[in-house]
């Protein structure tokens, strides 16, 4: 009797057991989402050219799981290289991370952006569309809206990214949405995150900004932990209620998860192309950041006011409604959680150091 209720639960995890290929898999969301689908029973495959990230991520990942992923070093503008992996792994579904992220990079070298993201998607889709694949995730961002018009921001927000980068992402959803258009066996769904923060629990895990880091988090983080003198906050003369920006922080397992929900939603989507929100749903100011930072690490963390940062808004959260509708999705982790996770990730790279 046992060994036949083994054989079914075999069964029905194999019937229910994705074949995924993550592209940019050993980066900062992508090794988190290597987690989570493989304790949820996938298959995950990793292509990664290692251009923001260190193989080392892939012994850390082997460390968490008790087996090492597949890992193909390799670039996704290969359309040659992508198709044999799609072939080889017997892959039914992408998650598409692979691109380069940087706000102040795009707007200095945008031919470098248009490139490496735009030809990248191009090339993976291309590569999916001959192996006949076709169920896809995209790295979306929050960024395509551009200044909120109103708040919260839901997916119906008129759309104005304002760097290359932001441009490149609304141009990867057009072509998305001309593909689905163009051939009904397609299932895709861009998700748009807000500000992915926070680490794997085990602190085996993080993001590892090359210099000094852009955001937030990861810069007070190095404050916490001596590395940078002090936080400079760019702004307390905003509209809102400390006069700091407001951001919508969310754990980066949080958002590891909406991927898996992501994927099991494909397998039944209500919409051949859905575009989604990933965020709490919360602002939370630089100064409340600062605070509850200073909670988890029982630092004390100086900082100074200093000009606003040119770009910036004053506030930017999401409406994450339309994630619990369609995928039954929505996020757990607290800003405590977020920055627990974050200073114990930021501990153990001091260890190594
Ligand atoms: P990351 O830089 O940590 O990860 C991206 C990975 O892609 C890196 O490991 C890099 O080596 C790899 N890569 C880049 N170009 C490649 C190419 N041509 N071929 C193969 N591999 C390539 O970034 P992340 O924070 O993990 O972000 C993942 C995705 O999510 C990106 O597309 C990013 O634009 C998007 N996103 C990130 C954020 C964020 O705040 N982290 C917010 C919104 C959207
Ligand atoms: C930035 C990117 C966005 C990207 C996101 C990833 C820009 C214009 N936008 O968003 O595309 O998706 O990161 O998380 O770069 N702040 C300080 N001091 C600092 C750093 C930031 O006060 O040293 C403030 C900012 O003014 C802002 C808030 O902290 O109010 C969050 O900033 P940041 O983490 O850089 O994220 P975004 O600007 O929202």
Not at 205 to 224: D, K, R
Not at 309 to 331: E, L, V
Not at 344 to 352: G, R, T, V
């Amino acid at each position: 009797m046992q060994s036949f209720l083994r054989w079914v639960g075999l069964v029905i995890l194999e019937t229910f057991r994705l074949n995924i290929l993550l592209t940019g898999g050993l980066g900062y969301v992508g090794s988190h989402v290597a987690v989570v689908l493989t304790e949820a029973g996938h298959q995950v495959t990793i292509l990664d050219n290692l251009s923001n990230c260190k193989h080392a991520v892939l012994d850390r990942l082997t460390k968490i799981l008790g087996k090492e992923p597949t890992f193909i070093k390799g670039d996704v503008r290969e359309t040659s290289l992508v198709e044999s992996i799609l072939k080889t792994h017997s892959i039914d579904s992408v998650v598409h991370f692979a691109g380069l992220k940087s706000v102040g990079e795009s707007v200095l070298d945008p031919m470098l952006y248009y490139n490496n993201n735009l030809i990248g998607a191009i090339s993976v889709l291309k590569a999916m569309q001959l192996c006949r694949v076709k169920k896809f995730v995209f790295s979306s961002s929050a960024t395509v809206y551009g200044s909120p018009q109103y708040l919260p921001i839901d997916e119906m927000h008129p759309l104005n990214p304002e760097s290359p980068y932001g441009k490149t992402k609304l141009q990867i959803e057009l072509i998305l949405r001309d593909l689905v258009a163009s051939d009904s066996g397609w299932k895709v769904v861009a998700l748009r995150y807000f500000n992915p923060v926070g680490a794997h629990d085990s602190g085996l895990i993080g993001e590892e900004p090359n210099g000094t880091p852009n955001n937030l988090m990861p810069y007070i983080s190095q404050v916490a932990i001596g590395a940078l003198k002090r936080l400079k906050i760019f702004g307390s003369d905003y509209e809102t209620l400390d006069g700091t920006g407001i951001r919508d922080y969310i754990h980066v397992m949080d958002l590891a998860e909406g991927h898996q929900a992501a994927l099991e939603y494909l397998s039944e989507p209500s919409e051949p192309l859905s575009i989604i929100n990933l965020g709490t749903g919360y602002g939370c100011s630089v100064l409340d950041l600062l605070k509850l930072y200073e909670i988890a690490s029982s630092r004390r963390i100086p900082f100074e006011v200093t000009e606003r940062r040119p770009g910036d808004i004053a506030s930017c959260y999401a409406n994450a409604d339309k994630a619990f509708k369609r995928m039954g999705w929505k996020s757990k982790r607290s800003l405590k959680n977020m920055c627990e996770d974050s200073w114990k990730w930021q501990m153990s790279q001091a260890l190594k150091k």
